[in-house]
């Protein structure tokens, strides 16, 4: 079985005679697209990219962002991702992400194409990427592809992500008053973004180099007695 990180190889090791850990590849436009030089935006922009729903906690995320801006730090937390009107959860998500809006701190930007992606992440300055549950985590890799700093959550992949990349930055899953702080403290600091992390991602997620670990999977696979 071939496994995208040590969160779901742990579930399947004991029924399978053998498993290879070989995590996503990033899409190549992730990489082919030359870096920006510097974030233009007046304040800093931290986003949050995924399908809005319980786990992967986009109400929290509002709310330890009204905390932080009712703290006076400036910043505007931009949710990007599709939301289910009809769903309690996305509904809610609506009605509150609507009244951060007008008060400023934050927007609802809905699905955007990777092209237009790309652009909002070369735009802002963070990421925040704190569910309760994860199989892998490949927003964190996008975000880090682009230099963002990013705040995650210790579950899943994003740990293996995060080892050893400059940016990222994780705190205890369902931890918020911990995420804050993180965040608080970057703030406080002007926000920097990493300057190294986008040639880790590419080290270690470039499609070419992912194709070749499947390969030695597949041969090593081939090499098994039935």
């Given at each position: 079985?071939?496994?995208?990180?040590?969160?779901?190889e742990?579930?399947v090791?004991?029924?399978?005679?053998?498993?290879?850990?070989?995590?996503?590849?990033?899409?190549?436009?992730f990489?082919e697209?030359?870096?920006?030089?510097?974030?233009?935006?007046?304040?800093?922009?931290?986003?949050?990219?995924?399908v809005?729903g319980?786990?992967k906690?986009?109400?929290?995320l509002?709310?330890?962002?009204?905390?932080?801006?009712?703290?006076?730090?400036s910043f505007e937390?931009?949710?990007v991702g599709?939301?289910?009107?009809a769903?309690a959860?996305a509904?809610k998500?609506?009605?509150?992400v609507?009244?951060g809006a007008?008060v400023?701190?934050?927007s609802y930007?809905?699905p955007r194409?990777l092209t237009?992606?790309?652009d909002?992440?070369?735009?802002?300055s963070?990421?925040?990427?704190?569910?309760?549950?994860?199989?892998?985590?490949?927003?964190v890799?996008?975000a880090?592809a682009?230099?963002l700093k990013?705040?995650?959550?210790?579950?899943?992949g994003i740990?293996?992500?995060?080892?050893?990349?400059?940016?990222?930055?994780l705190?205890s899953?369902g931890?918020d008053?911990?995420?804050?702080e993180?965040?608080?403290?970057?703030?406080?600091?002007?926000?920097p973004?990493?300057?190294?992390?986008?040639?880790?991602?590419?080290?270690?997620?470039h499609p070419?180099?992912?194709a070749v670990?499947?390969?030695?999977?597949?041969?090593?696979?081939?090499?098994c007695?039935?």
């Amino acid at each position: 079985v071939l496994c995208n990180s040590a969160y779901p190889e742990r579930s399947v090791q004991r029924r399978n005679r053998r498993t290879w850990r070989v995590p996503h590849a990033r899409r190549g436009e992730f990489f082919e697209r030359p870096l920006p030089r510097a974030t233009l935006a007046a304040k800093p922009i931290i986003l949050n990219i995924g399908v809005v729903g319980k786990r992967k906690r986009q109400l929290e995320l509002l709310g330890l962002a009204r905390t932080l801006a009712e703290k006076g730090l400036s910043f505007e937390l931009r949710f990007v991702g599709h939301a289910n009107p009809a769903g309690a959860y996305a509904a809610k998500f609506l009605r509150e992400v609507a009244i951060g809006a007008d008060v400023g701190f934050t927007s609802y930007e809905g699905p955007r194409p990777l092209t237009e992606l790309i652009d909002l992440l070369d735009g802002a300055s963070g990421l925040v990427h704190a569910p309760s549950e994860e199989a892998f985590g490949l927003v964190v890799a996008e975000a880090l592809a682009r230099n963002l700093k990013c705040f995650g959550a210790r579950t899943g992949g994003i740990p293996e992500i995060a080892e050893g990349v400059e940016g990222a930055e994780l705190s205890s899953p369902g931890d918020d008053r911990q995420l804050g702080e993180a965040i608080a403290r970057w703030l406080d600091e002007d926000s920097p973004r990493p300057t190294t992390a986008a040639a880790e991602m590419r080290a270690r997620y470039h499609p070419e180099v992912i194709a070749v670990r499947h390969l030695e999977s597949y041969r090593e696979c081939l090499k098994c007695e039935p």
